[in-house]
């Protein structure tokens, strides 16, 4: 750390100090300015985000932290925005409300701080800190980490209840024949019924999404997947939950590829559209199959329920076109 400070009334230090504790490179940091200044700002990062991997505490709990060590700080909250300007303004406008006139003001930042985007009209120092621990480093030791303490157990609930609720995606396709006169639907081991091939989003568009799945659970190449419609999905996981499945369903052309079930899919099969029937179907998927009928002016079949005579595990692929 810097031996001498700059002279000026009030110092303050902009930080997220996202930990269970400080360390000591923190400490070293805030007892500095607080040992060089008569007033200490520490204004804190608030994400819009709750209960993050980089942002996993609220504001008050690292309040206390910082209080429990230095309780003649002044801690505060600034909020993120998207441009610097407008945060440079917003910390300008906090200070300038907490400060006398006249007075003195340095924000302090380490390597690769807030320093390094602010525009404001105070002056800056870089502090140069003699050991730098990772902060993500610790969060993700912590993660590993499960404590048979109460304070342990009640942290982990209160992360629970201090989230937005999600909306969880997930896509399904409707898969047809060259003809448009097919659909390829799916069956897993434990089940009787079958479904529309989908899954999870990841960290990746919609559409690329309903082509890996189709991918990994049918082993076959479809066109450009076109958007149908959303659903919330009754997902017996998450029924008594506040988060809920919502799945977007897409249909797109088989246009490679041998039909061959994987991942957690026992049978493919394909089903002439016409016949189709809710009772084909599980439950959660057959509001899809009214979208899909919808969308492409299909009808159910208005026949009874009967044996189908399939085969576990079959594969029946549909016949290639005449040429």
Not at 77 to 84: G, H, Q
Not at 187 to 206: A, D, H, N, P, Y
Request: proline content about 5%; hydrophobic content about 35%; aromatic content about 8%.
């Amino acid at each position: 750390m810097q031996p001498k400070l700059p002279k000026a009334d009030v110092g303050v230090l902009v930080g997220r100090f996202q930990v269970d504790d400080l360390h000591e490179a923190h400490l070293d940091l805030i007892g500095s300015v607080v040992k060089a200044h008569s007033k200490v700002l520490i204004f804190l990062g608030l994400s819009p985000c709750r209960v993050t991997r980089n942002n996993p505490l609220d504001f008050e709990s690292r309040k206390q932290m910082i209080l429990d060590q230095f309780p003649t700080a002044n801690v505060l909250y600034i909020k993120d925005v998207a441009r610097d300007e407008v945060w440079s303004k917003s910390l300008d406008s906090q200070i300038s409300d907490l400060v006398g006139p006249g007075k003195t003001v340095v924000i302090y930042g380490g390597r690769e701080s807030c320093i390094d985007g602010y525009t404001g009209r105070y002056s800056t120092c870089e502090l140069e800190q003699e050991s730098y621990i990772s902060g993500a480093e610790i969060r993700t030791k912590i993660s590993t980490e499960v404590k048979a303490d109460p304070l342990f157990r009640a942290g982990v609930i209160w992360a629970a209840y201090n989230q937005y609720p999600r909306s969880i995606p997930t896509i399904d396709v409707a898969i047809w024949d060259t003809d448009h006169k097919r659909l390829l639907m799916a069956r897993k081991k434990e089940e009787t019924l079958f479904r529309f091939i989908g899954g999870f989003v990841q960290c990746e568009t919609l559409e690329v999404s309903a082509r890996r799945e189709v991918q990994e659970e049918a082993h076959i190449e479809i066109s450009e997947p076109q958007f149908l419609g959303s659903h919330i999905v009754d997902d017996w996981r998450y029924r008594r939950e506040m988060d809920k499945i919502m799945t977007c369903l897409f249909e797109a052309e088989h246009t490679f590829g041998i039909p061959t079930p994987d991942d957690d899919i026992f049978e493919l099969r394909w089903f002439e559209a016409a016949d189709i029937h809710e009772s084909d179907l599980v439950a959660e998927h057959r509001p899809l199959l009214k979208i899909l009928c919808a969308k492409s002016k299909l009808r159910f079949a208005k026949r009874e329920e009967k044996a189908t005579g399939w085969t576990d595990g079959q594969v029946i692929p549909y016949p290639p076109k005449e040429k």
